[in-house]
Nanobody
């Protein structure tokens, strides 16, 4: 499956953005999708994920209550609604896909579990 992330841009602190991750290929619904981000000079970190079964969602503590992940299998797209953005949310955001499934909250936080990655979209939050 090929992934295309979009929707990044420049926004003021407190603002909102919605990122999209569009997938091509078959059986999109058979993949869990996650968002990771990497800020300049920092390691990549997990943001959120949505499972392929039941649509379970998982969030990093840093974004819980501000970000919402959702999926539209008919459109082969996963969305990341980001509200109350902070300057520390500035990063390149990547979407990733895995065919694996787990109900373990921490399973999807590991980048090595993902077989497919999008190219990334830059989010810049100004103070």
């Amino acid at each position: 499956v090929q992934l295309q992330a979009s929707g990044g841009g420049l926004v003021q602190a407190g603002g909102s953005l919605r990122l999209s991750c569009a997938a091509s290929g078959r059986a999109f619904s058979n993949y869990a999708i996650a968002w990771f981000r990497q800020a300049p000079g920092k390691e990549r970190e997990f943001v959120t994920a949505i499972s392929k079964i039941g649509g379970g969602t998982y969030y990093a503590d840093a974004v819980k209550g501000r970000f919402t992940i959702s999926r539209d299998n008919a459109k082969n797209t996963v969305y990341l609604q980001m509200n109350s953005l902070k300057p520390e949310d500035t990063a390149v955001y990547y979407c990733a896909a895995t065919a694996s499934y787990s109900s373990n909250n921490y399973y999807y936080r590991e980048g090595f579990r993902y077989d497919y990655w999008g190219q990334g979209t830059l989010v810049t939050v100004s103070s």
